[in-house]
């Protein structure tokens, strides 16, 4: 999971780890870091065709974001289901995303997709971190 910039600038950090820790989640990495445009673009390389990505690259490396590995059974889902959807007008009520996000791109938060994709994002932001 990445706590995104809109969340780290309204102090709103603290707020969304207290949810996920409520939620049975248990932080194995934890680290702020800020994005260069270009790490950015890598990160999000797979929506590079899409009309958001530029603006998107841009908003993610405007600030300070919180990359952390989560441990839970079920994590990828449990994680989706707690945030909500990308959209928080669409989002259901008491997600984060319903709870916390600007809009569709400022949505305070980012989950991995699948497992696959989750092991690709840890090594991405947490280089020969071992969790076995
Ligand atoms: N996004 C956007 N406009 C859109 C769709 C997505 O700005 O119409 C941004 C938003 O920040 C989202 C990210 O691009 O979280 C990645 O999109 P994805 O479809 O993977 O959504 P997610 O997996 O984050 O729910
Ligand atoms: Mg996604």
Not at 28 to 52: C, G, I, N, Q, W
Request: with cysteine.
């Amino acid at each position: 999971m990445i706590i995104k910039p809109d969340a780290s600038s309204r102090n709103l950090i603290g707020e969304i780890i207290r949810r996920i820790e409520q939620s049975g989640f248990v932080i194995r990495a934890m680290r702020l870091e800020t994005l260069s445009p270009d790490r950015a673009k890598a990160f999000y390389a797979v929506h590079k065709e899409r009309p958001f990505y530029e603006s998107l690259c841009r908003f993610m490396s405007s600030g300070p974001i919180v990359p952390m590995v989560l441990e839970k059974e079920n994590a990828v889902d449990n994680l989706r289901t707690l945030i909500g959807a990308t959209n928080p007008k669409e989002a259901a009520c008491g997600t984060l995303r319903y709870d916390l996000a600007v809009d569709v791109e400022k949505n305070s938060v980012h989950a991995s997709d699948s497992p696959e994709n989750a092991r690709k994002e840890i090594a991405f932001f947490f280089e020969g971190i071992d969790l076995d």
